[in-house]
């Protein structure tokens, strides 16, 4: 009878526990924890995306971009986006990733910084040559915060973005730079460049893709700088709205046509050297001169121009030199010379004005030419006019 009982009590145990088993809710499948809607973005964009209006205030920003936001897929901006960077915050259009941002003349996107000081985001950088990168009705402030890559927009190796109505300002460094020769800046037309510490960085082969339609207003330094490189296919350098400044050394390797009155001002030895495949013709008026000084007017801050070539397209007309001559190597603030073996350079010039240089105005090789057309002036050359 007690074993009995004993059975039964533990059949009615197990009973309940079975009852219990059958009465709990299964759990769900174990989900990640959704992260909140509020536009924050970082990482690496992998698929197609569209960054739409989403915010009803045309004021509020509809994206943050936190670190660094790396583009390798198609991503379009829709009119009236705005978009907010944080700190040190970039966006890098990788090599395999392309960027359409279409605003609107009465609806442009805004790019701007969570803080609203000069720098306090890094830049647009653009890795990519796919045709269809664009900004188009763009405005974009508060960038250029990276020392390194000095603009709030930035071409790298093989660059190329087409940029047309838009507005770039208060950068801290330049509003954008061309970093590479082979990065291209197309239909570069009706842009404003304001507030910024400077308006553009080029290399001398970009120079007809900058119009001279853009607006500069307000900048702290009002010139172009040119980061000397290699010019190998025919070029008009053209004139700008604001000067030039050129920095380090130019080497010429096709002909290029020098337009009247351009202003050149040449950093500490800097230089521009015609090689044997290249001329040279720089051709002011005496209404409109064209224009090499020197950034700091002290006489040898700069090298020179160098002529190494044999081209009949060598020629400097009505154009004004000053402050050159500052090359141990090129004693002069111009020097017609090429390596031994090669042809004999050659260059003419009328009515031109050399001064200040701390070598020769004009250093003529002994297996070089000057054609001399009259009209040339000199003054203030330590060592003479035309030597050796």
Known sequence: MFEYKRLAKYALLIFS??????????PDEKKPPEEPDDGS???TLYRDTVFTDVNSDPNAADYYITGALNIEAVLEIDSGVVIEMGAGASIVIKTTGTIIARGGANNPITITGLTKTRGSWKYIMVNSNDPRNELSWVNI???????????????NTGG??????SKISNSKNNAIVIAAEDAHLNNFNNNQIEN???PLQIRPNQIPEINDNTIYTNNDNSFITLIGSYIKAPLMWSKKSLPYVHKGTTVIEADVNMAQGVNISMDYASMIQVRPTGSLKASGTASEKIIFSSVELVQGYWHCLHFQSRSNNNSLSYVDISYGGGSPDYMGAVYIGAPAGLPEAILS???CALSMSASWGVYVQSNASLINGGGNNFSNNIMGNIGP
Not at 17 to 26: G, P, Q
């Open 196 to 198: 910024c510490e400077y």
């Open 17 to 26: 526990i079975m009852a219990l088993i059958s009465c709990k809710k299964e």
């Open 41 to 43: 973005i970082s990482g």
């Open 349 to 351: 010039m009328n009515n």
């Open 141 to 155: 402030e508060y960038g250029g915060g990276d020392d390194s890559n000095n603009g709030t927009i930035y071409l």
């Open 160 to 165: 190329f973005l087409k940029m047309e109505n």
